[in-house]
C-alpha cells in the first residue's frame, strides 16, 4: 500500500517562496501520477498542479501558472512543489494524492492514495 507523506508547509510572507515535499514509500512511487491539492477553509479543494508517471506531462491550475513548479525524483520517491510569489490566496492544507494519469495534461482527477497535508500561511 502506498504512504504519501507531505512536508515543507510554514508561514510566510506575501512574494516569498516555499518547496514542498510529497514522499511516497510502500510501493515505488513512478507507479502512480501525483498532484497537489489545497483546500482554503469554507472553499472547495482545488487540484493545483499534478505531474504524470514519467514526469513529462505536468498540469497547473490557472492560478498557480507561472509561479509554482511541480518535478519528481523518482529515484528518491518523491514529488516536489516550488511555490514563488506567493500570495494570501495561497494559504491553504496542501495535500498530495495519487491522480489519474490518463488525465493529467487537462486536470488532476484524485484516486486512491492521500498524504495528511501541510498548511500553508501567506501573511504579512
Known amino acids: 500500500q502506498l504512504k504519501l507523506v507531505e512536508s515543507g508547509g510554514g508561514l510566510v510572507q506575501p512574494g516569498e517562496s516555499l518547496t514542498l515535499s510529497c514522499v511516497a514509500s510502500?510501493?515505488?512511487?513512478?507507479?502512480?501520477?501525483i498532484g497537489w491539492f489545497r483546500q482554503a477553509p469554507g472553499k472547495e479543494r482545488e487540484g493545483v498542479s499534478c505531474?504524470?508517471?514519467?514526469?513529462?506531462?505536468?498540469f497547473y491550475a490557472d492560478s498557480v501558472k507561472g509561479r509554482f513548479t511541480i518535478s519528481r525524483d523518482n529515484v528518491k520517491n518523491t514529488v516536489y512543489l516550488q511555490m514563488n510569489g506567493l500570495k494570501p490566496e495561497d494559504s491553504g492544507v496542501y495535500s498530495c494524492?495519487?491522480?489519474?494519469?490518463?488525465?493529467?495534461?487537462?486536470?488532476?482527477?484524485?484516486?486512491?492514495?492521500w498524504g495528511q497535508g501541510t498548511r500553508v500561511t501567506v501573511s504579512s
Open positions: 510502500g510501493v515505488s512511487a513512478d507507479t502512480y501520477a
Open positions: 494524492a495519487t491522480v489519474v494519469n490518463a488525465f493529467v495534461q487537462n486536470s488532476c482527477i484524485p484516486i486512491d492514495y
Open positions: 505531474i504524470s508517471r514519467s514526469t513529462d506531462v505536468t
